[in-house]
T-cell receptor
Framework: EAGVAQSPRYKIIEKRQSVAFWCNPISGHATLYWYQQILGQGPKLLIQFQNNGVVDDSQLPKDRFSAERLKGVDSTLKIQPAKLEDSAVYLC????????????FGQGTRLTVV | GNSVTQMEGPVTLSEEAFLTINCTYTATGYPSLFWYVQYPGEGLQLLLKATKADDKGSNKGFEATYRKETTSFHLEKGSVQVSDSAVYFCALWGTDSWGKLQFGAGTQVVVTP
């Protein structure tokens, strides 16, 4: 079974530029998560989708971050404009359904804002 | 709101030593508890889980028991190997509203030969 795919693996941008990350979850997984992991910290949930609907985006900085999940499958996370403090690893994860089941993580995208 | 607190690292051990990583949580209701591990250069992966009080999760020689009375889920391994060097994250799935997976700050473990 293929795992969660993310791209790109690394991205360096200047502040105030925009950037987008892509995630392809495991086939058939209804729940998709985007986490932000700042160096030395645990992953922080940015947004959670159930199929193509948002069920939690309480920690998403909506003035600059946006996310969508097309047809309940792939997802993109966008930052516009980026700030220095957005430098982090952005993790995508998926799980089969809502509930305390295992979440499968991608390798992440390491973003550096200079 | 819900939260997870882990002991700070790094924890440095010699091979075959006993490992304990403390994890406590704050949550309403009855959350499910997890330990995830991140090996160098790899993504997060589930190590073990427990879904109700007094459950014991185990995998790869690691164990953790869900203690509701002390709101804890400490991770233990009796004899660590160099290959156990990684960052370990305690996490909970809260039962409030929709439910979501929240992580602690992580504890880096370094095992030396």
């Amino acid at each position: 079974e293929a795992g969660v795919a993310q791209s790109p693996r690394y991205k360096i941008i200047e502040k105030r530029q925009s950037v987008a990350f892509w995630c392809n979850p495991i086939s058939g997984h209804a729940t998709l998560y985007w986490y932000q992991q700042i160096l030395g910290q645990g992953p922080k949930l940015l947004i959670q989708f159930q199929n193509n609907g948002v069920v939690d985006d309480s920690q998403l900085p909506k003035d600059r971050f946006s996310a969508e999940r097309l047809k309940g499958v792939d997802s993109t996370l966008k930052i516009q404009p980026a700030k220095l403090e957005d430098s982090a690893v952005y993790l995508c994860a998926s799980s089969p359904d809502r509930g305390p089941t295992e979440a499968f993580f991608g390798q992440g995208t390491r973003l550096t804002v200079v | 709101g819900n939260s997870v607190t882990q002991m700070e690292g790094p924890v440095t051990l010699s091979e075959e030593a006993f490992l304990t990583i403390n994890c406590t949580y704050t949550a309403t209701g009855y959350p499910s508890l997890f330990w995830y591990v991140q090996y160098p250069g790899e993504g997060l992966q589930l190590l073990l889980k427990a879904t109700k009080a007094d459950d014991k999760g185990s995998n790869k020689g690691f164990e953790a028991t869900y203690r509701k009375e002390t709101t804890s889920f400490h991770l233990e391994k009796g004899s660590v190997q160099v290959s156990d060097s990684a960052v370990y994250f305690c996490a909970l799935w809260g039962t409030d509203s929709w439910g979501k997976l929240q992580f602690g700050a992580g504890t880096q473990v370094v095992v030396t030969p």
